[in-house]
C-alpha cells in the first residue's frame, strides 16, 4: 500500500516535470524590425494534452479572425505592412485541455508623431498650452520641443520660466507663460525618438493681442448702444405725433431758430464786409 502510493506521487511528480519540459511554443521570429512585411510564425513542440484552437492577438487584444478551432501545433500571421499602426506586442496562444499557453513577438517601427491641432491661437499675456501626441511601438523614450525661425531651430526647456515641458510616452505638453507677440508667434516643432529614430511635426501658435480679443465683445456693444439710441429717438420722435396737434407747435420754434442763426449768420457776415 505504501509503496502503491509513493510509486503514485512519483508518477505525479514525473508527469508534472514532463509537462512542464515538453509544453513548449516556440515563436519565429521573436522581434521584428526595420522591416516592411513579416510572417509572423508559433510552433507548439510536444504538447502534454489535446489542443483544441489557437488565435493571434495584438496588445492584449484578440485579433478578429484569427481564431481557429484546430488542432494544429503550427500558426502563423502575416503582416502585409509594417508601420507604426500595425507595430504592437503580437502574442500567439495555443487552446490546450489544460489551458492556453503563450508567446509574444514585438514588432517595433518608428513611432508615430502628430500634433491634434496644426494651429494654435492664443491671448497675449495668457499660457500658451501645445500638445504632440504618438501612437506605435515602441512609443518615444525621448521628447524634445524646438521654436523654429529664419535661424533654425532652437530647441526649448526647462532651464527659464519660459517654458514648461511635460511629458509622457505617448503625450507631450509645452507651456508657453506669459505669450508675447513678438517674440512667441511662429512654428513649434515636437519631435518623438525610440530607437528606431526620431519623428516630428509642427504647430503654428498664433497669439492675440487683448483688445484684439476684445474686438467681438466691443462689437456687441457698440450694436446695443446704437440699438438704444435708435430706440430713444424713435420714442422721442413718436410721442409729439401722438399728440397730434402739438406736433407743429413743437417744431416751429426749431425751425425758427435756424432761420434766426441764418440771419445772425449773414448779419456776421455782411459786417465783417
Ligand atoms: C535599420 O536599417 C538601417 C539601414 O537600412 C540601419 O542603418 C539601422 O541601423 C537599422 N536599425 C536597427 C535598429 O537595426
Ligand atoms: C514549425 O512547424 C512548421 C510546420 O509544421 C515547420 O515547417 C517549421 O519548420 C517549424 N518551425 C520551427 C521553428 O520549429
Ligand atoms: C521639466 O520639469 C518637469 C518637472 O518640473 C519634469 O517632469 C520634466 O521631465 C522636465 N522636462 C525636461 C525636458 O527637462
Ligand atoms: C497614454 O498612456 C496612458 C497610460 O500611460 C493611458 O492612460 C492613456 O490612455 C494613453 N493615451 C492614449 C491617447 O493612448
Redesign the pocket.
Known amino acids: 500500500m505504501k509503496m502503491m502510493m509513493l510509486l503514485g506521487v512519483a508518477a505525479f511528480v514525473l508527469c508534472l516535470c514532463g509537462a512542464k519540459a515538453s509544453d513548449e511554443v516556440v515563436a519565429v521570429p521573436t522581434e521584428v524590425f526595420n522591416a516592411t512585411t513579416a510572417i509572423l510564425t508559433c510552433n507548439l513542440t510536444n504538447p502534454s494534452s489535446t489542443v483544441k484552437g489557437h488565435f493571434w492577438a495584438k496588445n492584449n487584444k484578440m485579433i478578429e479572425n484569427t481564431q481557429k478551432e484546430s488542432s494544429d501545433l503550427h500558426m502563423e500571421y502575416k503582416l502585409e505592412k509594417i508601420d507604426s499602426t500595425t507595430g504592437g506586442i503580437y502574442a500567439c496562444t495555443f487552446r490546450t485541455a489544460n489551458g492556453e499557453l503563450e508567446k509574444t513577438i514585438e514588432v517595433k517601427t518608428l513611432p508615430h508623431v502628430s500634433a491634434p491641432k496644426h494651429s494654435e491661437h492664443s491671448i497675449e499675456n495668457d499660457k500658451g498650452v501645445l500638445v504632440c501626441v504618438s501612437h506605435g511601438y515602441p512609443l518615444p523614450t525621448d521628447?524634445t520641443w524646438y521654436k523654429l525661425d529664419d535661424s533654425g531651430k532652437k530647441e526649448l526647456?526647462?532651464m527659464t520660466d519660459k517654458y514648461?515641458?511635460?511629458?509622457t510616452p505617448n503625450k507631450t505638453t509645452l507651456y508657453i507663460m506669459d505669450l508675447k507677440i513678438e517674440t512667441d508667434v511662429g512654428k513649434y516643432q515636437c519631435l518623438g525618438k525610440n530607437e528606431f529614430g526620431s519623428v516630428e511635426d509642427t504647430i503654428h501658435l498664433r497669439v492675440r493681442s487683448r483688445l484684439a480679443a476684445l474686438w467681438p465683445f466691443l462689437g456687441i456693444v457698440v450694436e446695443v448702444i446704437i440699438l438704444i439710441t435708435v430706440i430713444f429717438i424713435y420714442e422721442k420722435r413718436r410721442k409729439p405725433d401722438e399728440i397730434g396737434d402739438d406736433d407743429d407747435s413743437g417744431a416751429a420754434p426749431l425751425k425758427g431758430d435756424a432761420a434766426t442763426n441764418h440771419t445772425d449768420k449773414n448779419i456776421r457776415q455782411r459786417n465783417s464786409n
Open positions: 521628447w526647456n526647462n514648461e515641458i511635460k511629458s
